[in-house]
């Protein structure tokens, strides 16, 4: 088992990638949310994904904290009695942000070589979008608890699990190849405009998917090495530990990490985190700087 300062240090580094996550999220649905030149119907899926991934943040204490001190033998008291409600709000927030980055891909997609026809998409169809894989993602997490709580097996959990993740990674992957052949090869004409900017979220939005995807396959490998093979038992428990340390920490690092590659892609995105983060500074100094004479006008 590991040592004591060794599992202080992942969870000190998961406690940290948490809050990582819930706030650079939560500044990326206000700077959405709050400037007109970002709140688009193109951006509605972007938002949506922010608003999983900072809600995930919360739940991730589950696996990059508590978890890691209950293997360690940290904690005095066992929630595994009331740790199925916890368990499905878990594993809801992870699907929905897998699930949206799917849907992410397929949208770019429809936009890359069906660009006329994406114009045309209505804001009810983004919504109704959003809807389904909210509900899509809460009805498999509760599937999910239902086969892990009712068969007591392990191996059933793990393939329906796998099955989903394999599932959505396939459609990402299988996506962005043929928006890369695309972009890459294909004829483009001059871009101007509106045109302009959704060939550049096109790229942004690749960049983030397929960031997504790299992260993911650590945690699949990982997972599917101790469920389908009898590696674990050629393995040592701090080396099996550090495996899935490592493993969980790189999956939900892409959660943090799309924030940052909108800042850097996205120049309305940019402008609009400068923007909320110089805001209350100036307000506090406006306050600082009014005249004494104006509280008071009879001195």
């Not at 608003?51 to 904690?75: E, K, P, Q």
């Not at 959990?157 to 394999?166: Q, V």
């Amino acid at each position: 088992m590991a040592s004591s300062p060794e599992c202080i240090t992942w969870m000190v580094v998961g406690l940290t990638e948490s809050v990582a996550i819930i706030t650079l999220n939560s500044l990326t649905v206000i700077a959405f949310c709050r400037d007109r030149n970002l709140r688009k119907r193109s951006t509605y899926l972007v938002i949506n994904l922010a608003v999983a991934d900072m809600i995930s943040g919360g739940t991730s204490t589950l696996d990059l904290f508590y978890n890691v001190g209950a293997i360690c033998n940290f904690w005095r008291y066992n929630i595994l009695s009331w740790y199925q409600i916890p368990q499905v709000l878990h594993l809801w927030f992870p699907i929905v942000s897998l699930t949206n980055m799917t849907v992410i891909s397929l949208e770019r997609l429809n936009a890359t070589f069906w660009p006329f026809r994406h114009r045309t998409i209505k804001k009810s169809v983004y919504w109704v979008l959003i809807i389904a894989i909210w509900l899509t993602a809460l009805l498999f997490s509760c599937a999910l608890i239902m086969i892990q709580y009712y068969t007591r097996k392990w191996d059933y959990y793990y393939y329906a699990w796998s099955s989903f993740i394999f599932i959505c990674l396939l459609v990402i992957c299988v996506s962005n190849v043929f928006i890369f052949v695309k972009l890459r090869f294909g004829s483009q004409p001059r871009h101007h405009g509106a045109a302009n900017r959704e060939r550049k979220l096109t790229v942004t939005l690749f960049t983030a998917t397929s960031l997504s995807l790299v992260l993911w396959l650590p945690y699949v490998i990982t997972s599917s090495l101790y469920f389908a093979t009898d590696i674990s038992s050629s393995l040592s428990e701090i080396v099996l530990f550090r495996l899935q340390g490592g493993s969980m920490v790189l999956l939900y690092a892409n959660s943090f990490l799309n924030p940052i590659l909108y800042s850097m892609r996205i120049p309305d995105f940019r402008r609009a985190l400068k923007i909320l983060c110089r805001q209350r500074p100036q307000q506090h100094r406006q306050v600082q700087n009014f005249p004494l004479r104006e509280i008071n006008p009879q001195n």
